[in-house]
């Protein structure tokens, strides 16, 4: 099933920056809709920002159009680990965890957020980065075990039934996608967690999706992806 990316309406011309000094919207006040919340750290790199806001408005289009979801289009989150705003919505993402930076108060609000039922998505990073992301992920969850996922679990057949994890970095197509997870007291019978797109970038897939950058095959598995991470996040 092919997932109609003409329909998203070009939104890279409204003046929004992602990359190279962030001009952020406000936050939409928690109305009960689904919100896509982006996770913001500081430091030297505002890798949290890439492809805001295009991804999550293409994103949320995609969401209202096939699923009865029914989210906010017109606008999404942006919240510091630690705001205790952040445990009104159940899914958020974060971006960049290569150059992911934190203190002792952020640690302990994400991990408030993830033990109280708070579905994590972690995006856009390869290499070296994990090394990172691992070093503060460990601070968050002391004794969490990151274990590889594979097809057959219920997040990739929670709304398109995934055949297949084959997927490439954006422009590297030599760089293999590898999904790996966070299991409720580290047991895969309960309840996934987090969820850990390494090597691979599906926000970029879905900020560029109606200019042509990527295959179209890859851009929708991208899609698929991310609407099963939302589908799988709000049912469990």
Same mark, same amino acid.
């Given at each position: 099933?092919?997932?109609?990316? !003409?329909? %998203?309406?070009?939104?890279?011309?409204?003046?929004?920056?992602?990359?190279?000094? %962030?001009?952020?919207?406000?936050?939409?006040?928690?109305?009960?809709?689904? =919100?896509? !919340?982006?996770?913001?750290?500081?430091?030297?790199?505002?890798?949290?920002?890439? @492809?805001?806001?295009?991804?999550?408005?293409?994103?949320?289009?995609?969401?209202?159009?096939?699923?009865? %979801?029914?989210?906010?289009?017109?606008?999404?989150?942006?919240? /510091?680990?630690? @705001?205790?705003?952040?445990?009104?919505?159940?899914?958020?993402?974060?971006?960049?965890?290569?150059?992911?930076?934190?203190?002792?108060?952020?640690?302990?609000?994400?991990?408030?957020?993830?033990?109280?039922?708070?579905?994590?998505?972690?995006?856009?990073?390869?290499?070296?980065?994990?090394?990172?992301?691992?070093?503060?992920?460990?601070? %968050?969850?002391? @004794?969490?075990?990151?274990?590889?996922?594979? !097809?057959?679990?219920?997040?990739?057949?929670?709304?398109?039934?995934?055949?297949?994890?084959?997927? =490439? /970095?954006?422009?590297?197509?030599?760089?293999?996608?590898?999904?790996?997870?966070?299991?409720?007291?580290?047991?895969?019978?309960?309840?996934?967690? !987090?969820?850990?797109? /390494?090597?691979?970038?599906?926000?970029?897939?879905?900020?560029?999706?109606?200019?042509?950058?990527?295959?179209?095959?890859?851009?929708?598995?991208?899609?698929?992806?991310?609407?099963?991470?939302? =589908?799988?996040?709000? =049912?469990?």
């Amino acid at each position: 099933m092919l997932i109609s990316l !003409v329909a %998203v309406a070009p939104l890279l011309a409204q003046g929004f920056r992602g990359r190279g000094g %962030v001009s952020m919207e406000p936050n939409v006040a928690y109305d009960g809709r689904f =919100t896509f !919340v982006r996770l913001r750290y500081d430091g030297r790199s505002e890798g949290w920002s890439y @492809d805001y806001p295009a991804m999550e408005r293409h994103f949320m289009k995609v969401i209202k159009e096939i699923t009865t %979801v029914g989210p906010v289009v017109e606008g999404s989150n942006i919240h /510091y680990f630690d @705001d205790p705003q952040l445990t009104h919505f159940p899914i958020a993402y974060l971006s960049e965890p290569g150059y992911w930076e934190m203190n002792d108060s952020e640690a302990a609000g994400l991990r408030n957020y993830i033990l109280k039922g708070g579905f994590l998505i972690v995006d856009d990073f390869m290499g070296r980065e994990w090394y990172n992301f691992e070093e503060k992920m460990r601070r %968050v969850l002391p @004794d969490a075990r990151i274990v590889p996922m594979d !097809v057959s679990h219920p997040i990739f057949d929670s709304f398109f039934r995934l055949k297949s994890l084959e997927m =490439t /970095y954006p422009n590297r197509p030599n760089i293999q996608a590898e999904f790996h997870g966070i299991f409720e007291d580290n047991d895969p019978n309960k309840r996934l967690m !987090v969820i850990i797109n /390494y090597n691979n970038d599906i926000g970029d897939y879905m900020e560029w999706s109606n200019d042509d950058l990527y295959p179209v095959n890859l851009t929708n598995d991208a899609y698929k992806f991310a609407v099963n991470y939302v =589908t799988y996040g709000l =049912t469990h």
